[in-house]
Structure formats: C-alpha cells, structure tokens
C-alpha cells in the first residue's frame, strides 16, 4: 500500500510471532493459500470486475483503486492468495479435514463491495468463502460474523436480502464508511456503537442481538470477518476493547457453532494496524477456535 500506510506486511509478522510466542502453532496446521479462480471470485463479485482488477494490476510503480486502497505489482497475487485462503479454509472445513480454520490474509476484503474497491480491500474474501459454501458445498444458512471497528459495508452489500445469510456485526458509529446504520436488510443485525465504547457495550450487543439471531437462523457454518482494530491499543479508531474480549467473543459464537454446525467455523482476517495488541487478540481468538 506504500511507505507508513497501516495496512502493512508487518500485521502478519506480529500474528505469527505471538501464535509462536504463545505455543499455540505447534498444535495447529498450516496451509499455503492457492490463488483464487476468477470463477470463485464471480460468485461474489461481475466478473467485469475481476477482470478490471486484473487489467488495472500494474507490472511496476502503484496505482490507486481509491485514496486508501493501491496497487502495486504484487498486489493481486496477494488479493487473489487471500481470497483463495478463504475457499481453501472452506473446502478443509466442509470435507472434516478440519474443524475450524483462520486465514491471516492481506489485503483485508470486508469493504470491498460487489463492484467497488475501496478501504483497503479489493475482493471481498469472506463473502467469497461463504458464496463457495452455499453454491458448491450446498450449505442453506451461512452465518458471518463482523466484530472489525468498521461497518462491512462490502459484506452487507453483497449480501443484504440473502435468504441464505445472515450477518451480526458492531461498528463504531458515526465512522468510516458512515454506513451500516440505517435501514439495514432483515438479514443484517448491526449494532452501532459509540466512540468510546468498550467491553460492556460490545458484550451487550452480542448477547442481546448476535446469540439471538443466530439462534433462530440456526447456521449450518459460521465465518469471521476478524478485525482487531476496536482494541484500545488501536489509535485508528475509538471503541475500547480489550484482549479477552475477543476471546470472549469467538467462545459465545463458537458455542452456537458447535450446537448448530457442526463446529465449523471460517474466520479471515480483516483489521487491527496497532501490531502488539493485533497479534495478542489474535491469540486469544485462534486459542478458542484450536480448542486449546
């Protein structure tokens, strides 16, 4: 993304220090995402687009999709690997090769619309992960979890009206992309939180609005779009929470997983740009998900 911009490679060098630091990838295994296929891709997004993002794709130098989100010339294998990091997490999840899978991806994808980059993100990495559940694995109700400190709007774009989908998410409200708010479809259950909100609030919302909806949706598999970025330690925004609480979080999910789906759960990166608080919760996040 250029020089200081926050969505940077190091992101993932401080998850993967602290999951070493903190014992739990010697009881987990690792795959190397492969490319995702402009047919996976299409499912969530015109395949006019794709193929514009492919074109736009420059061989050097950067070339902005907007004022936040670039491209350089090893930007779309990247897009593409974290896409297909998604459909790959799916497949081993599905076929019981594993129970619960995390996908540590760059560049994020909740804001990416159906055919609109922006925020950092250019595919849209969950939805394509849950469209590949419903459409090749013929799952009926698919579950996404949103708890980034921005609205997913990309997310709920795609899939607003979804019989299939259901999404629950918090956001600081009013924030970047200043939408999520009003009027959302009768399948999106977002709770806007104010600056300065912290582990009170977002545990209210979860339990009041999130368990409940899932409840009565009953998801035959559950993803993450797993933001980090409503740390306290996170400057970027304003929300307050804590390590723990995403610890918490994926526990009172996983609970609905394992009652309704079979324990199946696809979690994909999303944001968190203050490195030592982003690789903690992570920790405590994969912690729940291993089982350890």
């Not at 950092?120 to 579950?143: K, Q, S, W």
Request: with cysteine; net charge negative; glycine share 8%.
């Amino acid at each position: 993304m250029g020089a200081h911009h926050p969505e940077q490679p190091a992101r993932l060098s401080a998850i993967h220090d602290q999951l070493i630091s903190s014992g739990i990838s010697a009881h987990v295994k690792s795959y190397e995402a492969p490319l995702a296929s402009d047919e996976q891709l299409a499912r969530a997004h015109p395949l006019e687009y794709v193929r514009a993002i492919r074109d736009m794709a420059p061989e050097e130098g950067t070339v902005h999709l907007d004022p936040d989100t670039a491209m350089n010339r090893y930007t779309l294998d990247a897009a593409l690997r974290a896409a297909g990091a998604g459909v790959m997490a799916t497949d081993l999840v599905v076929t019981k090769k594993a129970t619960t899978a995390f996908c540590p991806v760059r560049p994020p994808g909740h804001h990416a619309c159906r055919a609109r980059a922006m925020g950092f993100c250019i595919f849209n990495n969950v939805a394509v992960a849950a469209r590949h559940a419903i459409e090749v694995h013929g799952l009926e109700r698919v579950a996404i979890i949103d708890f980034d400190v921005h609205h997913g709007n990309g997310t709920e774009d795609i899939f607003e009206n979804d019989e299939h989908v259901v999404m629950a998410s918090i956001f600081q409200h009013p924030f970047y992309p200043y939408s999520g708010a009003d009027n959302p479809a009768s399948n999106m259950f977002n709770v806007p939180l104010a600056a300065g909100s912290g582990s009170r609030e977002f545990r209210a919302a979860v339990t009041k609005t999130w368990l409940p909806a899932l409840e009565d949706f009953r998801p035959q598999m559950v993803f993450f779009s797993a933001g980090f970025d409503a740390h306290a330690e996170d400057d970027m925004a304003m929300l307050r929470f804590t390590d723990g609480d995403y610890g918490w979080v994926t526990e009172q999910v996983k609970t609905i997983a394992d009652r309704y789906s079979e324990g199946r759960i696809v979690s994909l990166l999303e944001g968190g740009y203050a490195l030592s608080a982003l690789g903690r919760s992570a920790v405590q996040h994969v912690r729940v998900l291993a089982g350890i």
